[in-house]
């Protein structure tokens, strides 16, 4: 047996429930609110801990934009019937008096959601979670203010489509109008009033949206030769109420997973870096965003994996074949789910949520929440924000970001098996004589949006056949790679296997998950591949008459430049480590 797979086994069984429900119940006990003292104290326990287990402790404490909901109410105004609702993370403040205006419903909330309707100046009605998609929407119909049917449960929420904090570029983008979620009954009762006639409500918003510092931990553990590059393991501290699942079980497996690796630093070929964020739920993965701009050049130069995690544990938490990665992470993600559980993944393309703000770093990401509700235990369309699909509608439970997120909805046994799979994640990622990622998967996506996009075009202007050509042998050239990579190699030819393997990604990724660059974050709304250039979508429904057509053209001849310049460079890189076939 090798010696890997040797440490690998003697790892797993290391892992202990009673460490795990200790951790969690300890960091629980607290409701942790972005930049909160009981935050901080949940902060100190886990640096206590790591500091135990030998790592190297470093806290920063970047000042950035955090917003914490404070009251709401809605009163219908021809009634005085109180309505029970909160606010949201970046919700704009009415003042004392509130607003007062006309009710519209609009369904969904999404754009052929408004038509024919008019609520310019009225209040919105709008069935689902408050999502910074609903809320960019309703900025653009200039509405007065909105109220989102969240379904059986109050969800807290952040609405601002703003990655991290703002830039002078972006903090016009944050929401200027007053938003609030109401349960299902109260959105009946609004409903069943529209049907019988115009309805009046007077709404409230009190929100505290101001720049403090935040705090954030890295703990590192060093590979005995720490020229191998490292593993950064992440997820956030903050919560919304006490937060058991979400995300103190997720702490308390990263502080097992570190405890378990102390005890085989000397088997590891990578080190590893425990990432502990704060900001992501009422400042918008604020500490990670700032982290990928402080530390941009580490991570470019040396950064092999970004592996999330996010409300796992959870009771009834059953589904373990939706967890998201990227296509060049898949292969090996679902060895390690299938090994150790028997389930099956599914590919499903990571999405704009759980602190992936190093897309830009062309860091290989995958995992986020690994262990889901069953079908049907899910409402509404939190199944499909978590991640889950819409069809199945999974999710991670009616507690989410509610009062009910206590200790009570973690299954010791279930945080176990998800401790296992990320502990077998990274620990074989740390070990791995060569990455086991495969870059013909991304370039594979590549390639089928492009041809997608050849067909959505018609007879767009922008023509796609060099980056379809230069995209097919770029396949190959990758395919050549993958197969070099699944083959025993001596060290220096893994070394050169993986640099490679790093410098492909930090080409692709780039351009196939954002639409702004290395240097900036996308905004926080829903994505497909190569997001840069689905505006080819738009520029078909437009003609040379149109204003607008020649500008955006403009736009994406500079974006398939782009993309074009990533996928040649990615072949030379192959070719000049296994030589032009």
Same mark, same amino acid.
């Given at each position: 047996?090798?010696?890997?797979?040797r440490?690998? %086994?003697?790892?797993?069984?290391?892992?202990?429930?009673?460490?795990?429900?200790?951790?969690? *119940?300890t960091?629980?006990?607290?409701?942790?609110?972005?930049?909160? !003292? %009981?935050?901080? %104290?949940a902060?100190?326990?886990?640096?206590?801990?790591?500091r135990?287990?030998?790592? @190297?402790?470093?806290?920063?404490?970047?000042?950035c934009?955090?917003?914490?909901?404070?009251?709401?109410?809605?009163?219908?105004?021809?009634?005085?019937?109180?309505?029970?609702c909160?606010?949201?993370?970046?919700?704009?403040?009415?003042?004392?008096?509130?607003? /007062?205006?006309?009710?519209? =419903?609009?369904?969904?909330?999404?754009? !052929?959601?408004?038509?024919?309707?008019?609520?310019?100046?009225?209040?919105?009605?709008?069935?689902?979670?408050?999502?910074? /998609?609903?809320?960019?929407?309703?900025?653009?119909?200039g509405?007065?203010?909105?109220?989102h049917?969240?379904?059986?449960?109050?969800?807290?929420?952040?609405?601002?489509?703003?990655?991290g904090?703002?830039t002078?570029?972006?903090? +016009?983008?944050?929401p *200027?109008?007053?938003?609030?979620?109401?349960?299902? &009954?109260?959105?009946?009762?609004?409903?069943?009033?529209?049907?019988?006639?115009s309805?009046?409500v007077?709404?409230?918003?009190?929100?505290?949206?101001?720049?403090?510092?935040?705090?954030?931990?890295?703990?590192?553990l060093?590979?005995?030769?720490?020229?191998?590059?490292?593993?950064l393991?992440?997820?956030?501290?903050?919560?919304?109420?006490?937060?058991?699942?979400?995300?103190g079980?997720?702490n308390?497996?990263?502080?097992?997973?570190?405890?378990?690796?102390?005890? +085989?630093?000397?088997?590891?070929? #990578?080190?590893?870096?425990?990432?502990?964020?704060?900001?992501?739920?009422?400042?918008?993965?604020?500490?990670?965003?700032?982290?990928?701009? =402080?530390?941009?050049?580490?991570?470019?130069?040396?950064?092999?994996?970004?592996?999330?995690?996010?409300s796992?544990?959870?009771i009834?938490?059953?589904?373990?074949? /939706?967890?998201?990665?990227?296509?060049? @992470?898949?292969?090996?993600a679902?060895?390690?789910? &299938?090994?150790?559980?028997?389930?099956?993944?599914n =590919?499903?393309?990571?999405?704009?949520?759980?602190?992936?703000?190093?897309?830009?770093?062309?860091?290989?990401?995958?995992?986020?929440?690994?262990?889901?509700?069953a079908?049907?235990?899910?409402?509404?369309?939190?199944?499909?924000?978590?991640?889950?699909?819409?069809?199945?509608?999974?999710?991670?439970?009616?507690?989410? +970001?509610?009062?009910?997120?206590?200790?009570?909805?973690?299954?010791?046994?279930n945080?176990?098996?998800?401790t296992?799979?990320?502990?077998?994640?990274v620990? #074989?990622?740390?070990t791995?004589?060569?990455?086991?990622?495969?870059q013909?998967?991304?370039?594979? /996506?590549? #390639?089928?949006?492009?041809?997608?996009?050849? @067909?959505?075009?018609?007879?767009?202007?922008?023509?796609l056949? @060099?980056?379809?050509?230069?995209?097919?042998?770029?396949?190959?050239?990758?395919?050549?790679?993958?197969?070099?990579?699944?083959?025993?190699?001596?060290?220096?030819?893994?070394?050169? $296997?993986?640099?490679?393997?790093?410098?492909?990604?930090r080409?692709?990724?780039?351009?196939?998950?954002?639409?702004?660059?290395?240097?900036?974050?996308?905004l926080?709304?829903?994505?497909?591949?190569?997001?840069? $250039?689905? #505006?080819?979508?738009? $520029?078909?429904?437009?003609?040379p008459?149109?204003?607008?057509? =020649?500008?955006? $053209?403009?736009?994406?001849?500079?974006?398939?430049?782009?993309?074009?310049?990533?996928?040649?460079?990615?072949?030379?890189?192959?070719?000049?480590t296994?030589?032009?076939?």
């Open positions: 047996m090798e010696q890997a797979q440490t690998l %086994e003697q790892a797993l069984a290391e892992v202990s429930s009673e460490e795990l429900m200790r951790h969690v *119940t960091i629980a006990q607290r409701v942790r609110l972005s930049g909160t !003292p %009981e935050e901080a %104290e902060f100190e326990y886990i640096e206590s801990v790591v135990g287990f030998g790592l @190297t402790v470093t806290r920063y404490a970047p000042v934009l955090v917003s914490l909901p404070v009251s709401a109410s809605l009163v219908v105004a021809e009634t005085g019937e109180s309505i029970p909160i606010t949201h993370s970046f919700s704009a403040s009415t003042g004392p008096g509130g607003i /007062e205006a006309d009710l519209v =419903y609009v369904g969904d909330g999404r754009e !052929p959601d408004y038509e024919g309707r008019e609520a310019h100046r009225r209040i919105a009605l709008a069935e689902g979670l408050a999502t910074p /998609e609903k809320a960019v929407v309703a900025e653009r119909q509405v007065a203010g909105m109220i049917i969240s379904g059986e449960h109050l969800h807290e929420m952040i609405i601002s489509p703003v990655w904090s703002p002078a570029e972006t903090m +016009h983008l944050l *200027t109008k007053p938003h609030v979620s109401i349960d299902r &009954q109260g959105g009946e009762r609004l409903k069943r009033l529209l049907q019988a006639g309805v009046r007077r709404l409230s918003t009190s929100v505290d949206t101001s720049w403090r510092p935040l705090p954030l931990l890295i703990a590192d060093t590979a005995p030769s720490d020229e191998g590059g490292f593993i393991f992440s997820g956030h501290v903050d919560s919304w109420h006490y937060g058991a699942m979400d995300n079980s997720a308390a497996l990263m502080l097992e997973v570190a405890r378990i690796l102390s005890h +085989h630093r000397e088997d590891l070929r #990578r080190s590893v870096r425990f990432a502990f964020w704060s900001g992501h739920s009422h400042a918008r993965y604020a500490t990670s965003a700032w982290y990928a701009d =402080y530390a941009w050049e580490e991570l470019w130069e040396r950064c092999v994996a970004h592996v999330n995690i996010d796992p544990g959870a009834n938490a059953t589904v373990l074949s /939706e967890a998201p990665t990227m296509a060049e @992470t898949y292969d090996f679902r060895e390690v789910v &299938q090994g150790l559980t028997g389930q099956e993944l =590919y499903r393309r990571i999405g704009r949520l759980g602190d992936q703000s190093f897309w830009g770093t062309g860091v290989p990401s995958l995992f986020c929440s690994i262990s889901e509700q079908e049907s235990q899910e409402e509404g369309d939190l199944g499909a924000l978590l991640g889950g699909s819409r069809a199945r509608r999974g999710g991670l439970g009616w507690w989410w +970001h509610t009062t009910e997120d206590t200790i009570d909805k973690i299954d010791p046994d945080l176990v098996r998800d296992r799979i990320l502990l077998a994640t620990l #074989r990622l740390a791995a004589p060569v990455l086991p990622f495969r013909s998967r991304a370039v594979e /996506e590549i #390639r089928d949006t492009l041809e997608d996009l050849a @067909t959505a075009a018609g007879g767009a202007l922008l023509n056949d @060099t980056l379809r050509q230069e995209c097919d042998r770029l396949l190959a050239a990758a395919r050549r790679l993958d197969a070099h990579c699944a083959q025993s190699a001596d060290a220096r030819t893994a070394e050169r $296997l993986n640099r490679c393997s790093m410098l492909v990604s080409e692709l990724i780039p351009v196939n998950y954002t639409a702004r660059g290395p240097f900036e974050q996308d926080a709304l829903p994505s497909r591949p190569l997001p840069g $250039l689905q #505006r080819l979508r738009e $520029l078909a429904r437009l003609t008459h149109d204003p607008a057509y =020649y500008p955006l $053209l403009q736009t994406l001849q500079r974006e398939r430049n782009r993309v074009l310049h990533a996928l040649r460079s990615a072949r030379r890189h192959i070719e000049e296994l030589g032009a076939s």
